[in-house]
């Protein structure tokens, strides 16, 4: 299945610092830095019943002291039943996000001169100006990272000399992912996000892609309407249940 294939690209793309298989769901732990890093996702078919099973990852949870948190992908069979039955458990519905898609064309331009492949060293101070998620616990981000077992590349567009947009991309096989594409919030409306992008597409074209992929949070307009323009379509949707303090 295309979107599970996605699903696996991207799970491997941004690795937890812990992860175990429990009968078709993966079990994610990283100290509560992201909660893709830290949440089950059921990808798999199951021979287990719902119930023994989040019963027994609320367990899990409960030992790393972080909230048990289901990540559930629209195309998953059981995403739907378990979307019921965690509602049934108090857990809160959060961040309906969007995963697109696009075929990358063999034959269209390269370079951009502005765009510069930098170190992980000297891109991470970049993205952290710009981005204040989980800004305390930036230095689980730097160590999910260091974990990516992909090729893949940290991706900064320059204008003067000044950076003024950034972003990771991993390959997996001709799949590349796009995660972390921030911008100057002071630089927006200027066309950079979109001239990165084109960069790092172009990037993963040298690099063997065939595609690429990426998420948008749902009430993300303005970035929708540049993926669009950029050729992606949606290919699937996944939201969180997480459990209430």
Not at 36 to 54: D, G, M
Not at 146 to 173: D, K, M, N, T
Request: hydrophobic share 40%.
């Amino acid at each position: 299945m295309f979107e599970r294939r996605i699903e696996e690209a991207g799970l491997n793309s941004w690795p937890a610092l812990q992860q175990l298989f429990f009968d078709g769901w993966i079990v994610r732990f990283a100290q509560g830095y992201t909660k893709r890093a830290n949440s089950v996702t059921p990808l798999y078919p199951s021979l287990l019943t719902a119930q023994e099973k989040i019963a027994y990852c609320e367990r899990l949870y409960a030992e790393q002291q972080l909230p048990t948190i289901f990540r559930l992908p629209s195309f998953s069979t059981e995403s739907q039943q378990l979307d019921q039955m965690l509602a049934e458990r108090g857990y809160q519905y959060l961040d309906r996000t969007f995963v697109w898609s696009a075929q990358l064309p063999a034959d269209e331009g390269s370079n951009n001169p502005d765009l510069h492949i930098l170190s992980l060293e000297t891109w991470l101070p970049i993205y952290l100006q710009w981005s204040e998620r989980y800004i305390e616990l930036h230095h689980l981000h730097r160590e999910l990272l260091e974990r990516i077992p992909s090729p893949h590349l940290y991706a900064a567009l320059y204008q003067q000399g000044v950076p003024v947009a950034c972003g990771l991309g991993v390959l997996e096989h001709e799949a590349l992912g796009l995660f972390d594409i921030v911008a100057d919030p002071g630089q927006r409306r200027q066309g950079y996000g979109t001239q990165l992008i084109k960069g790092m597409l172009a990037w993963g074209r040298e690099q063997g892609a065939r595609s690429a992929y990426l998420q948008v949070v749902g009430d993300n307009l303005a970035a929708q309407q540049m993926y669009t323009k950029l050729g992606f379509q949606e290919a699937y949707q996944y939201w969180y249940r997480a459990q209430g303090r």
